[in-house]
């Protein structure tokens, strides 16, 4: 990347956001404001949790801090309806024998009688997914015991995923890819499997079925204690991706990563029974090559039987079968296809005694509720009506209440709906009117009540206690009016949300940020922040942290800020918007953005079409490339951080879905990759990637960067040494990443209007 130099120039008032400095280069104030927003806690939000709901439904248990130690926690009892505290562990019962202080609670559980509590601290990362390895200790509240599990030779952080046995007499956990069950009355050990190895993963997932598929916690204990469910995947023959570390030691170290892409050979993948006391694994019954499928949910349905869902390769066809724990036999009771993807459901509530399961599926051509019988006989559509169902949150058999989350009349909000449990019917709106918005809610166990969560693009979240099914507010438990405060300032003009034609009877939402001191008189400089793939929406009327501050803070830079969301993005808008782009990611998506862009500049002349960037991070990095390389005409400059320029290179589970194999349809692939249109390159382009990615490896990079060289294209690279996906590790990342491309964007499409 070029040097830039910086003016000095004068800083503007505190709570201001800066506009440029006259050569178009980062000024001290603007650089001031990127601290604020990256380096500082001036914007940090006020959070709550983790929240757990106690069975009964009228009490909650979360974390205090401790007056005298910020990372010391009380394990606290509230009362529903009278906000009641009652300390139930002291964080001074949460201090080891010898230790300085109280262990830092990371996450916790309770046994069924809540005398024992779990509690995971210590947390490393597992690949970018988060952190999944760390230590666990129980307390024992009546004898005020403290015990760490794991046994004397197990390693700081090695124990994942544990958890209390249905009788709160054991602890069930994975260590070195074997699983195992720790006795709590004498911390006797059993290991339940032996195979485990670099290669054979118990009890957890490898790398791209955790990523894709969430399978994260990969074993189940059953109803009665008695026995352990559990997936097994052995990696053996999966492509191995060799991770460079450079910075860390005087030579390089090589992590390597067992890594599918498409086509290539994937992980074995069975699941089976084993006693709780040890023995032999019972392995499920399932048909086909274990290669060529993957087990996409397994839950237990009774003492003795299990709920699975099987699906093929293709992810086409999921078949939703009951598995005897006992013999391993499977017989399927219903399947879900669909001539693009299915979409897996990984919540399948049980009702009437078991005699249904609640299943969402868009068979109809929108995303719904079906109640199912237990045979797959009997199919009852329960949410009709053209509009998708988000999720299933709760259920309440009592009063015969299913409540889903869903937004009929506006894609970019979600809010709370009930519709008759036993029969269906049309769906009642529960979120009062007057907060338009985002809802979010965490029902108890008997839909009486729930913690609440609003926000929307210019409001950060507050959370409240309300009551179910009237939605009458208990309390408020975290306002959030520090950060109120101190976002006001920024916020020059409201947010405008908009709807654009783009041909074809298509209308894309969008959203639009000015700058304060707009003038519709004179032409802007436009910043297009794009995703544009399956995997998220952009255009959600939410609060989005840091990143709508930089929105804003590009925005009295002198941009014109826009998002778009193009078809095949998961907005709540039927299946035919979210899966018409089955076999091609990027053509449609970068058509319709571009059009987008078109139709504004048309019917809005303030935006001057000389000056128009994009940006976009990992999907969105993929789709700036596609912008950029198919529509020059449009886009001036691109920002591709952390992108896929070669979708071969991605992860098998995720390219198949959409694009299908590659030994079957080559021609998918070509017209998907953007770095087969890089000869369309004419504008500036800034490649940002991280050489530590285990998600988008640092090999597309290089090849798009071999492949411009090739073309005699100019363009500039900025790679972070040993940084993940997400280019945020170690000091000074993520604010050295924003300046770098709020730097990049004023030196090379000039701010401020014409």
């Known amino acids: 990347m070029r040097p830039v130099r910086l003016l000095a120039t004068p800083a503007l008032a505190a709570g201001a956001l800066a506009p440029p400095a006259p050569a178009q280069v980062i000024s001290p ?38 007056s005298d130690n910020p990372r010391a926690h009380d394990i606290v009892r509230v009362d529903a309806a009278t906000g009641h505290r009652t300390v139930l562990v002291p964080a001074a019962q949460l201090q080891p024998p010898g230790a ?77 890819n074997d699983i195992y069950v720790e006795r709590l009355s004498d911390g006797a050990i059993t290991r339940l499997t032996t195979d485990g190895s670099a290669n054979v993963l118990n009890g957890v997932a490898d790398w791209v079925d ?20 559990y ?144 045979d797959g006989r009997d199919v009852r559509l329960l949410t009709p009506g053209a509009y998708d169902v988000e999720r299933i949150d709760a259920v309440d058999e009592r009063d015969n209440i299913l409540y889903i989350t869903a937004s ?59 009551q179910l099914p009237k939605h009458t507010t208990a309390r408020t438990l975290v306002t959030n009016d520090k950060l109120r405060a101190a976002v006001a300032p920024l916020i020059a003009s409201p947010i405008e949300f908009f709807k654009v034609p783009v041909g074809d009877g298509v209308t894309l939402d969008g959203w639009m940020l000015r700058p304060r001191d707009f003038d519709p008189s004179r032409k ?39 998002s778009v969301d193009n078809q095949g993005t998961p907005a709540p808008k039927g299946r035919h918007w979210r899966k018409l782009i089955y076999g091609a990611i990027g053509p449609l998506a970068s058509k319709q953005q571009a059009a987008a862009v078109r139709e504004l500049e048309r019917t809005r002349p303030y935006l001057d079409p000389t000056r128009v960037a994009i940006h976009g991070h990992s999907g969105g990095g993929s789709q700036t490339l596609n912008a950029l390389f198919r529509y020059p005409d449009v886009y001036q400059l691109g920002e591709a951080v952390s992108s896929v320029p070669d979708q071969r290179f991605y992860d098998s589970i995720y390219e198949e879905r959409y694009v299908g194999l590659p030994q079957d349809h080559p021609e ?39 492949r411009l060289i090739a073309l005699g294209k100019s363009f500039d690279f900025m790679v972070y040494p040993n940084r993940s996906h997400c280019d945020c590790e170690g000091p000074g990342t993520t604010l050295h990443l924003y300046t770098l491309l709020t730097r990049y964007l004023l030196a090379n499409i000039p701010a401020g209007p014409r």
């Open 231 to 374: 997936w097994q995947f052995d990696q053996s023959g999966v492509p191995v991706y060799d991770i460079i570390n450079d910075t860390d030691s005087l030579y390089p170290t090589i992590t390597p990563q067992p890594y599918p892409v498409p086509g290539a050979t994937n992980a074995s993948v069975r699941a089976g029974v084993v006693s709780a006391g040890g023995g032999p694994t019972t392995w499920l019954q399932l048909p086909g090559d274990p290669r060529q499928h993957y087990i996409a949910y397994l839950e237990w349905s009774g003492p003795h039987e299990l709920l699975l869902q099987h699906l093929d390769r293709l992810q086409q066809h999921d078949e939703v079968a009951l598995a005897n724990a006992s013999t391993g036999a499977v017989h399927t009771i219903f399947t879900e296809t669909d001539s693009a993807w299915v979409d897996v459901d990984r919540d399948i509530p049980w009702i009437d005694n078991g005699r249904r399961l609640l299943w969402l599926s868009d068979r109809d051509g929108w995303r719904h509720v079906y109640s199912v019988s237990r």
């Open 524 to 562: 802007y400089p436009v910043f297009v922040y794009v995703y544009g793939e399956p995997a998220a929406q952009t255009v959600t009327d939410r609060w989005g942290g840091t990143n709508i501050l930089w929105h804003r803070f590009i925005a009295d830079q002198g941009y014109i800020v826009l």
């Open 100 to 176: 300085a202080k109280p262990i830092d609670v990371e996450g916790y559980a309770f046994s069924a009688d809540l005398n024992l509590v779990l509690l995971y601290t210590n947390a490393q990362r597992n690949w970018h997914h988060g952190n999944t390895r760390g230590d666990y200790w129980v307390l024992d509240r009546h004898a005020g015991s403290l015990r760490k599990l794991g046994g004397p030779d197990a390693q700081p952080s090695s124990l994942r995923f544990a958890k209390f046995s249905p009788q709160g007499d054991r602890v069930a956990y994975v260590r070195d």
């Open 668 to 706: 998918n692939y070509e017209v998907s990759s953007p770095i087969n249109f890089a000869a369309g390159l004419r504008g500036k382009l800034l490649i940002v990637h991280g050489s530590g990615d285990d998600n988008v490896h640092y090999k597309g990079a290089e090849a798009l960067n071999n």
């Open 210 to 229: 955790e990523e894709e598929l969430y399978l994260r916690d990969c074993f189940r204990w059953s109803p009665d204690g008695t026995a352990i469910a």
């Open 408 to 466: 009929p009349d506006n894609a970019t909000q979600r809010y709370l709906y009930r519709v008759p449990l036993r029969n269906g019917g049309p769906a009642t709106r529960v979120t009062p009117a007057g907060h338009a918005g985002t809802h979010a809610y965490e029902i108890s166990p008997t839909g009486t009540w729930s913690i609440h969560t609003y926000s929307n693009f210019d409001t950060p979240p507050v959370t409240d206690l309300v």
């Open 29 to 66: 104030a603007a650089d001031s404001m990127l601290h604020r927003i990256y380096a500082s806690r001036d914007f940090a939000g006020e959070t709550m949790g983790p929240v757990v709901w106690l069975p009964s439904g009228d009490a909650y248990t979360t974390l205090d801090r401790t």
